[in-house]
């Protein structure tokens, strides 16, 4: 009986939109469609953890072993995430992250970047690793999250050319915007004036010291470090620890 009662209340609905769409024609259907759609874009990208949880997919390459359904899923919705969102949408400009595994600090990470690169024109983001492999890793991460959107999204902010046919360690928007890979290194940042800077797994970066002054004078926006536990600099500027140059 219920179920009956949810069917008919469907069809109803569906029966008063079909006869609101018979009575809007023309040039005002076109702006109506327009509304609902701009509305929707803007309710999908409003923020990262609206996108990241509803809108878009990660990979997991041990989906067989952890049993699940496919390897292709939405962020899950942790409370722990949405914090990792809310300080990356603060007016924090410099953001220090100590992690462990498995908490998808990496992909929060892009997920914000890439949205940001996305819904903003001419932002542009450096992403730099220890090894260019590891940098060519996050760029994948970027498409993925990109290409596992609805259509609709993928169209309402379109790429330079599909991602496919872009470089392994480059991700570019039509609205200027980018996602760069490099390998470590101070000197790989200069030619860059970034929006926004990832430096990843910064301790075990050797030059990640030199590479966060680089940042300081050439990012305008987001600086962002994040890493997994270990001795040295990143653990001494983590908790301001100051070391003199004998010890």
């Not at 722990?80 to 949408?89: C, R, T």
């Not at 599909?162 to 200069?190: M, V």
């Not at 470090?225 to 003199?244: E, K, L, Q």
Request: proline content about 4%; glycine content about 4%.
């Amino acid at each position: 009986m219920r179920n009956l009662v949810r069917r008919t209340k469907f069809e109803e609905l569906k029966n008063r939109i079909a006869d609101l769409e018979k009575r809007i024609t023309g040039p005002e259907k076109s702006q109506a469609v327009a509304h609902i759609d701009a509305a929707r874009i803007k309710g999908a990208t409003a923020r990262t953890y609206i996108w990241a949880t509803q809108f878009t997919k990660t990979w997991n390459e041990h989906w067989i072993e952890e049993g699940r359904p496919n390897p292709y899923e939405h962020f899950p919705q942790y409370a722990y995430l949405q914090d990792i969102f809310d300080v990356l949408e603060s007016d924090e400009r410099v953001i220090w992250f100590e992690k462990s595994r498995d908490m998808m600090l990496s992909w929060a990470i892009i997920a914000y970047l890439t949205l940001e690169a996305m819904r903003t024109p001419l932002r542009g983001v450096l992403v730099q690793t220890q090894k260019e492999d590891k940098a060519i890793q996050l760029i994948e991460y970027a498409k993925c999250l990109y290409r596992t959107q609805p259509m609709w999204l993928q169209e309402a902010f379109p790429l330079t050319k599909h991602h496919s046919d872009q470089s392994k360690l480059e991700l570019h928007f039509a609205n200027g915007s980018y996602i760069c890979g490099i390998p470590g290194g101070a000197d790989q940042i200069r030619s860059y004036h970034p929006w926004a800077y990832l430096n990843d797994e910064s301790s075990f970066q050797p030059e990640a010291g030199e590479c966060f002054n680089e940042a300081l004078a050439v990012v305008k926006g987001k600086i962002i470090f994040n890493s997994s536990a270990a001795p040295g600099w990143y653990a001494d500027a983590r908790h301001d620890i100051v070391r003199s140059e004998e010890n």
